[in-house]
């Protein structure tokens, strides 16, 4: 039997199809970060997949080197987003912010682009707003249907955008969090969200930033959801293909660095703001000849692998039990680029019950509630969610008080 491979190679570039794509940074094959597997007494081989990213030197976006089939990755999910404090309270900060800046009245309509479980919409409705969400996993849009918000089980297109229009008429905003970067056209949901928006209407976005990633060498956000690594100058030039135009763009601290960018259909008269023209400013200064910007990049994601497994080979030696914190996805990308397993880190804990009882793709460590942490202490405890870092060593005081250590890997490597 012939099956189709859900992976390709991108040989032109996703965002203006140029060819002159160029390698780097090679993580290897590996499987895919969302995908916990049942504990397998058999050891089922688990598919992997070349991962890596290239830059276009035309358009400037940085992007995977092979994609993954969209229906493989987010047909089904187990990411839900309401299982972090720091991620409610952004939510309810990026709502605010949507309101305002589309002067938004009750009964105003406005449309969540991967809209998960509902965590952001919920902050629109409790203002009064219609909300619709879009989601393409049949498990979390029932999730969000069954909590009271409306969520249509689709990805996201010029196609879907027509089926909402047709139904629901033109929206006041359109808004998605790290979903522009997961697709691997990200021109067509551009398109599909100026087909949604109404004349003055806006398009908020977040997905982590290009900038972020190479400044705090974060290797382990790349993974096969995540397609596409963002700059202002590649959002631009993006959303200009799409007949929108950036107006501005407001740093996040969230997911180790995000940009918030709004964006207006281009016949719209607002101006781009003084803050987006100074930090596309910025960012041609710091990834000035980005080409060295991302070689020395490559070269310290490869130290971080050299001194985390050294420092993990060093604690054993001592005899210390090492666990980690947050099943993530990103934590996947470290483990498997780092090449650590179950001999090296017990287990992970993690408080969302969909991951629970799974083995982590690719390093089998088991998946465990958070209550493993008081009935079998470890010496060091991994955070791979080192993005909540705040919160989850404010939750875990108690374990730092009786002699524990948390092991910070991003940056740097290092005991906290
Ligand atoms: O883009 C993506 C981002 C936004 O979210 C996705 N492709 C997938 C996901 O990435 P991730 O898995 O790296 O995300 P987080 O938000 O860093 O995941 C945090 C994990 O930690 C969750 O599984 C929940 C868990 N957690 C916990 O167990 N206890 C988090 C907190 C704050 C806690 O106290």
Redesign the pocket.
Known sequence: MITESPVRAVERCLGCGSTALEPVLDLGCQPL??RFTRPDPLGADEPAFPLGIQACPDCCLVQLTHVVDPAVLFSAYL?V?S?????VAHCAELAAYVCAEARLQPGDFVVEIGSNDGTLLRAFQTRGLRVLGVDPAANIAALANAAGIPTLNRFFGVATAEEVLAEHGPASAVVS??VL??VPDPVAVLRGVRGLLRPGGLYVNES?SLGDLVRHTEFD?I?H??VSYFSLQALANLLARADLRLVDAVPQAV?GGSLRIVGVPSTSPRPASAGLRQLLAEEQVALRGDRRALRDFARRTAAVRERLRALLARLRADGKRVAA???????NTLLGYCGLTAADIAYI????PL?QGLLAPGSRIPVVP?ERLTTDPPDVLLL??W??AD??RQ?LAWFAERGGAFLLPIPEPRLV
Request: charged letters at 15%; glycine letters at 6%.
């Open positions: 970060a969302n990411y987003p299982a972090s404090s720091t991620w969090t790290n970067a997961h982590p956000t993974y959801e995540h997911h914190y947050g099943a993530t996805a990103k934590g804990v993690d408080r969302n991951k958070p791979l969610a993005n909540l919160e989850i939750q």
